[in-house]
Structure formats: C-alpha cells, structure tokens
C-alpha cells in the first residue's frame, strides 16, 4: 500500500515520540513492502513563533492533501501561563479538526498485563479492563459561540448539538460495540442540560437499528466515579466533546501512565492519529518522553486502513518491550533506556520478531537496541 502521510510533531516532546512513531512505521515499510512518503510541517506553539498562527495554511494544505495526519504534541508554559494571550497553541489543533471534519475521537482505554502493578488502582479492580471511548470532537461548548461581557466580569460559553452531528458519531459507536462485546454506554447529564437530552433522544432512536447491542445510560459524574470503582464494566462509551476530553484523560492513568494510550480523530474522508498525552515540556530533549502512546497511534493508523496483521506486529512488539522492561523511567523509575532507545527495540522488534534475543547493553548506551 501507498500512503501519504503528514507528520505534526508540534511543541515539547511531540518530534521525539513521533520519531518512534515513523521509526515503526519505516520497520513495517521493510517488512510487509509498503510505501509510506513523510512530509512534516508546523502546528502550535513553533507555528506561532515561526508563521505567526498555530495551523499555517501551508500546514491545512498538507494535511487535507495527506491520506492520514501523525501528530505529535502541542502546547507551551509561555501560553498557558498566559490568560490573556489572545493566540495559543491549543487553537491550530481545534481549527485543524474541525477543517478536517474530524468528529469522531476514538480512545482506547486498555490495561497491560505486565503493567498492572503500575497502576494506582488495585489490580483486582483494574484487570480486564478494555473499553473505548467515542468523543464527539467538532460540536458543543468547545466551539459554540463565546461571550465576554466589557467590563470583562462574565463570560458564557454556548454548548450547542444538532441530530446530524450526534448521529454520525453514535453509528460509529455502536458498530464498534457490535465487533466487541455488544454494549454501548451514553455518558450525559441528560438530567440538567437540554442538549445531553437531544443526546438520548437520538442515541435512543439509533439503537433500535442495532438491536444486539445493549444500550444504557450513565451521567457524567456518576461515569467519573464508576471508571475508578470498576473499569471492566465499560465497552464501547459515547459521550460529547468536553465529557469525552475528561473522561478519557481519567481513564488513561488506569493503565499506570498516560504516556500508553493512543488516539484517532475519523471523519468522512480525513484522519489524524496523536498520543492522549500533552506536550511534557519540562521532558523536552532530555530522552525520557515515553513513546509508546505515539508508537501505537501509528497501530491504528494502519488500521484504519485494512492493515490488520501490520497493526498487530507493532502491538507485538510494545507488548514485548513492555514484558522484557525496555522501557522509559515513567513506567519504571530505575529504568537506563530512554525514548529512542525504547523506539528503537519495538521498530526492531517489528523487522525480527522472534521471541528470542539478547540485549546487546553496549549498544543501549550509544542508544541503539540490537537483537543478537
């Protein structure tokens, strides 16, 4: 397969986890003969530096001409200590996936079976756990119209949702149930807000297509407490844009770090592919930036387009460098690799994935991994 894909590598850790990325993918290149041609541009925080605005149009164009987008990280102190600062980073990612009409964000929620103990929870609560979340990502109270009154005392944010935008994400939701175990949770607060009571309605009306799925209902403070008290009971769970962005970044330290989780952002003809994490600035260039969220976006990319068993050979070797502890100090804090080192044992690990191998150390230290 030929894909053209735009690479994003943004602010802070961004260019060096999805260095991994495209390291992995240049391994499954070689392995499975594909053909994957990589151009960069800017997005955030550098954009601004560099073009003035966070999405350059130079940056839209490559990305609506692209088959995929690979997306690193975005964000920068310098704005978020700002609250006045009338252009930031966070802008150029908002503007990208509403030009790309990417509406749907697709966010596993997975726990290792060799991590378990890294997780803050017991392991009798967290293991099993294994859902996705299906984030509205163009609509409600992140985009809807904003007011600030002049004297600069109150402010509103409008949350507004049509049937058309609850619909196309909730088909996608349940058939992504009905391929694993035929449950979708509505996560809302249908019991306050107008627009979650657009969201049952519709939602409601959906599931009568899809009628070995079992629909329920949760609302969104009681879904925050029921993630934490017990995860397994989750399969697929559809919630809006700022529910989804909460409840996903809760579930993501189920697993032990958030540095694990990946996520895809799927529209009608684009699709954008970017860990869950931020951009750590206080990690940059120091090689300690887990690369394994960025490294498994790449998984779903391929997935995305039919390349299952490609998809699968990278997940192999994540769970492998995971297993043998080739991995980065935020998962094991006396841990000596860092984030190339661990980018370069999994892209290996693609190429040759026998189970077994020796550690070459003298390479580790100049930062290479090699299978002897």
């Given amino acids: ?24 993918l240049e391994a ?9 041609n990589f151009r960069e541009a800017a997005v955030g925080a550098i954009a601004i530096e560099r073009k003035g605005k966070p999405l350059p149009n130079t940056t839209l164009s490559l990305c609506q001409d692209a ?49 378990i103990h890294n997780s803050p929870l017991k392991k009798e609560i967290v293991e099993g756990t294994d859902f996705t979340i299906y984030r509205e990502l163009t609509g409600g109270i992140y985009f809807g119209e904003k007011k600030l009154n002049t004297e600069g005392t109150v402010a509103s944010d409008l949350c507004e949702y ?9 088909h996608l939701a349940f058939k992504a149930a009905k391929n694993r175990s035929n449950k979708l949770t509505l996560v809302d607060k249908a019991n306050v807000l107008e627009s979650s009571r657009l969201w049952r309605k519709v939602v409601t009306k959906i599931g009568e297509s899809y009628p070995d799925v079992t629909l329920d209902y949760m609302f969104v403070d009681n879904a925050a407490m029921q993630i934490i008290l017990n995860p397994s009971q989750f399969d697929v769970v ?32 684009s699709a954008l592919f970017e860990p869950i994490h931020g951009s750590y600035p206080q990690a940059k260039g120091m090689d300690i930036a887990n690369p394994v969220a960025s490294i498994l976006s790449a998984a779903m990319l391929l997935e995305h387009f039919g390349l299952f068993e490609e998809a699968m050979s990278v997940r192999e070797a994540v769970d492998k460098s995971l297993r043998k502890k080739i991995v980065t100090p935020d998962i094991d804090s006396k841990s000596q690799y ?6 370069d044992f999994i892209a290996e690990n693609i190429v040759d994935n026998g189970d077994d191998f020796n550690m070459n150390d003298e390479n580790i230290d100049l930062g290479k991994s090699t299978i002897i």
């Fill in 1 to 24: 397969m030929n894909l053209n894909i735009a690479l994003l590598p943004g602010d802070g850790i961004g260019p060096e986890v999805l260095a991994q990325a495209v390291k992995c």
């Fill in 28 to 36: 499954v290149e070689e392995t499975f003969n594909h053909q994957f």
């Fill in 67 to 115: 088959d995929a987008v690979l997306f690193g990280a975005i964000g920068d102190p310098k704005y978020d200590n700002n609250p006045d600062s009338a252009v930031r980073p966070e802008q150029g990612l908002l503007e990208l996936r509403k030009a790309l009409g990417l509406f749907s964000n697709i966010r596993p929620v997975k726990v290792f079976p060799a991590l």
């Fill in 162 to 170: 049509s049937e058309k935008e609850i619909s196309r994400i909730a």
């Fill in 238 to 269: 559809l919630t809006s844009n700022m529910f989804g962005d909460i409840i996903s970044d809760e579930g993501s330290v189920i697993g032990g770090s958030i540095g694990l989780l990946p996520s895809a952002s799927i529209g009608e003809e």
């Fill in 338 to 343: 860092g984030t190339n080192q661990v980018g």
